[in-house]
């Protein structure tokens, strides 16, 4: 999964909020306290993406929902937004497109591997990493030339990047945690667990990973901490794991349903998209499917404050998803947040105040999806007329 930007060595703690997308069968790792997911709401199931729901390899320059599918398993994203599955039964990496226009997205065959392939990742440079039974490799972006083998032996069921560009591989049971530097020139070093599955990075040098039944984050020197809130799984229940730009995880849980009534057969693969979008496969109902995460638009507000009296700006009038509702956290330190009827919110600044002021907000839509971000309040003075 591609991580998202930052420094390397940044400390990057995740934000851990209330149980989010429980209706598309993926869940967000809970901050303590806080309450437990609300129920799915009717129409809020995820929309498939990919595959017709029958196993077979076929489809490729078509429609993604007219292409056939087997075993999808782990999925990633690039920074085009274009999706990567691991068709796992197909040995192929399979690559949808997004269509322009409004156009339906292409699928088409990215690479083919000698192995059934279960763990994706896409680096900064668009190099992608596959990893699955027997071995991990990495593909050119353009998917053509020599695969570069980085590890052998054993079942690698899932792969991830990390901010210095350096590879981590699951062993699965028994077969720990490995991380390969950069080139892959120096020895392969091994973490302690038992049994590690589902991985993700984040652009701060941390890599998160499912370690026997425990979500732990794991610093660039090793050291593995428990995420607070993460609940215990199941050895072999989770696969996927997504982190957010705010640190936040998303992993899909077979007890998470697709819509009211039907779970999810088999869920694996878990990515974020740029937009807010949230991929998952279904192994075994051989499709992806799509849920679109509440997006805070603008993140940077401009506001001109006169010299006689004060200009409100409203904000969050980017606000995407339906039946939205914004929860203020914190008060700007130098102007007045109002909420309006209609349930923006509008930004007074203070007298004689120019400069940056900011506030944190929460969006959710009516399917339990949530999001936090900061908000930056840029004030300006406006300029005094000219005298005659």
Excluded at 259 to 272: D, H, I, Q, V, Y
């Amino acid at each position: 999964m591609r991580p998202p930007p930052g420094r390397p060595g940044r400390r990057h703690r995740p934000a851990l909020a209330t149980a989010l997308l429980a209706a598309a069968g993926v869940l967000l790792t809970p901050a303590p306290g806080t309450a437990a997911p609300a129920p799915p709401v009717a129409g809020c199931a995820p929309v498939a993406f990919a595959g017709t729901g029958t196993p077979g390899r076929g489809g490729d320059g078509a429609a993604a929902t007219a292409a056939t599918l087997h075993d999808p398993a782990g999925l990633a994203t690039d920074a085009a937004g274009r999706l990567y599955i691991a068709d796992s039964a197909n040995r192929a990496v399979r690559r949808v497109t997004p269509g322009a226009a409004g156009a339906a997205p292409v699928i088409a065959t990215f690479a083919t591997t000698d192995f059934a392939p279960y763990g994706l990742a896409v680096g900064p440079d668009g190099t992608v990493y596959v990893s699955g039974e027997g071995k991990a490799v990495s593909l050119r972006p353009d998917g053509k030339g020599t695969k570069t083998l980085l590890t052998e032996a054993g079942r690698h069921d899932a792969v991830a990047v990390g901010g210095d560009r350096s590879v981590y591989v699951s062993g699965g049971t028994g077969g720990g945690l490995r991380r390969i530097p950069p080139g892959g020139k120096a020895p392969v070093r091994h973490f302690a667990g038992t049994t590690v599955g589902a991985l993700a990075a984040d652009g701060g040098g941390n890599v998160y990973a499912v370690v026997d039944g425990r979500v732990r984050r794991i610093d660039h020197d090793g050291r593995a901490t428990p995420v607070p809130g993460a609940a215990r799984l199941t050895a072999g229940d989770v696969h996927g794991l997504a982190v957010t730009e705010d640190g936040s995880l998303f992993y899909p849980s077979p007890r998470a349903r697709t819509s009211g009534t039907a779970p999810l057969n088999r869920p694996w693969g878990t990515a974020l998209a740029p937009g807010g979008r949230l991929y998952v496969s279904d192994q075994a109902a051989h499709r992806v499917y799509v849920v679109a995460r509440p997006v805070l638009v603008p993140g940077r507000l401009r506001v001109t404050s006169g010299p006689h009296g004060h200009a409100t700006g409203d904000v969050l009038k980017g606000v995407t998803g339906k039946g939205t509702t914004v929860t203020a956290h914190s008060e700007p330190v130098r102007g007045v947040l109002v909420q309006q009827a209609n349930g923006l919110f509008s930004y007074t600044p203070r007298e004689n105040f120019s400069g940056t002021d900011a506030f944190t907000a929460t969006i959710t839509d009516a399917c339990h999806n949530a999001t936090t971000r900061t908000v930056l309040v840029r004030v300006v003075a406006k300029p005094l007329p000219r005298a005659g």
